[in-house]
């Protein structure tokens, strides 16, 4: 990449501030609240600017945080960083079931509050990566116990006909539900990517099990110019309205990801693990296909999770994408982040809302809202752009 150290410099500033803001805006951190309130550590869902409301993050928006904080934590070793990152990893601590009065169960992490029930594995996925990009920056021996711990509930429930579970209800009798919605679609392979985080960090191959089926799945899912549905056989699938994933466009083109939920992780995974050049084929055409796009404002994820995609592509491929990227960075990120508002909840965070259509929980335009899904995926690309980082759990990389 041909990037300057001026722009360099300035891209690594724009991902600390989205670093910043996940320390600013994270609940229970300050008086009374650090001992008193249960929601002390619990980033947010989305913050409405115009009337300061918040929507409390879940499990994996709290794995987004750790995302940013841990590699930040790396890149700085600033106390703010390290402090906001363990009150993270601790509400997620709290959010894991790990009695081993419930058999089937331990390892999971639960959706929302430590009260729920409902444990989705895609979600809990992106928690339990949290879990092994805190422990690779502080060497927390329990983040690695309970990251493992994760992973070791999808393999007990992982089979070559469902893949990973979809999703578990502990009070309903440990129900374990093995696929559903996303559970069988392409974004649900995602759920198989702190397995590759063990596999990394252990050497252990039995966790690469979901992590190959979750790959050829992904490949089943591909076109023939290089973009990907959301499902194998779209004959057999209605399309969906247009959300945060896919749905937009006309005929068939509303089959395709915008958001795809960082799945080349699990096709680049499975390339560096088996050497088998078609999982990277299959990636450099998905990149390929991304460069002839026009950068689409919505949904306004599409382009940071495709900029990192391309990226991450580029660099085990050996082919640099970079000016697709650098041509539609202002417009389609850079504008997106608040800057001097003066608002602790709002400063650095990047805005764009796209699960409530035009506006949001609060009503208000889609811009109104910073979103931890838009703050994540911007910051991950700054930190790749910058040379100093890698996006950490949404990059095969991790924190390299």
């Excluded at 002390?40 to 499990?59: A, C, M, Q, S, V």
């Excluded at 703010?80 to 992490?109: C, F, H, N, T, W």
């Excluded at 996006?391 to 990389?397: H, L, R, V, Y």
Aim: charged letters at 25%; aromatic letters at 12%.
């Amino acid at each position: 990449m041909n990037i300057s150290e001026q722009d360099k410099a300035s891209y690594l500033k724009s991902a600390l501030s989205a670093a910043d803001w996940f320390v600013n805006s994270q609940l229970g951190a300050s008086e009374f609240q650090d001992s008193w309130n249960g929601d002390r550590g619990r980033n947010l869902y989305h913050y409405f600017i115009p009337e300061k409301k918040y929507t409390p993050g879940i499990n994996w928006t709290s794995g987004r945080a750790l995302f940013v904080l841990a590699e930040a934590l790396k890149l700085t070793g600033a106390d703010r960083y390290q402090e906001a990152a363990y009150r993270q990893y601790r509400y997620v601590s709290a959010l894991q079931i790990m009695d081993p009065y419930y058999a089937k169960s331990v390892g999971a992490i639960k959706e929302t509050i430590p009260q729920g029930s409902i444990c989705g594995s895609l979600d809990g996925a992106q928690a339990a990566s949290g879990l092994f990009m805190y422990e690779a920056v502080t060497g927390d021996a329990d983040a690695l116990r309970r990251g493992k711990a994760f992973c070791d509930f999808l393999l007990r429930h992982f089979n070559t006909t469902d893949g990973c579970p979809a999703c578990l209800d502990l009070y309903e009798d440990e129900k374990i539900v093995p696929s559903f919605g996303y559970g069988l679609h392409a974004v649900g392979q995602c759920t198989a990517i702190p397995c590759w985080f063990m596999y990394k960090r252990t050497g252990e191959e039995k966790y690469m099990k979901p992590v190959v089926w979750g790959a050829d799945f992904i490949l089943e899912c591909q076109r023939a110019d290089g973009a990907f549905h959301n499902v194998k056989d779209i004959t057999k699938n209605p399309p969906a309205d247009p959300n945060h994933h896919e749905g937009r466009g006309e005929g068939d083109e509303r089959y395709v990801l915008h958001n795809d939920d960082g799945l080349i992780v699990v096709v680049l995974a499975a390339y560096l693990y088996t050497k088998d050049a078609k999982y990277l084929d299959a990636a450099v055409r998905y990149a390929d296909w991304i460069v002839t796009q026009t950068a689409e404002e919505r949904p306004f994820v599409a382009f940071p999770v495709r900029a990192n995609t391309v990226l991450d592509v580029g660099k085990i491929a050996g082919k640099d994408y970079s000016e697709w990227v650098l041509d539609n960075l202002q417009a389609r990120m850079l504008d997106y982040q608040v800057v001097g508002s003066g608002d602790p909840m709002a400063d650095g965070g990047f805005c764009g809302e796209d699960e409530e259509g035009e506006g949001g929980l609060y009503g208000g335009k889609s811009l109104d809202y910073v979103t931890t899904r838009m703050t994540c995926y911007a910051a991950g690309t700054l930190f790749r752009l910058s040379g100093a980082g890698t996006g950490a759990g949404f990059s095969p990389f991790g924190l390299e």
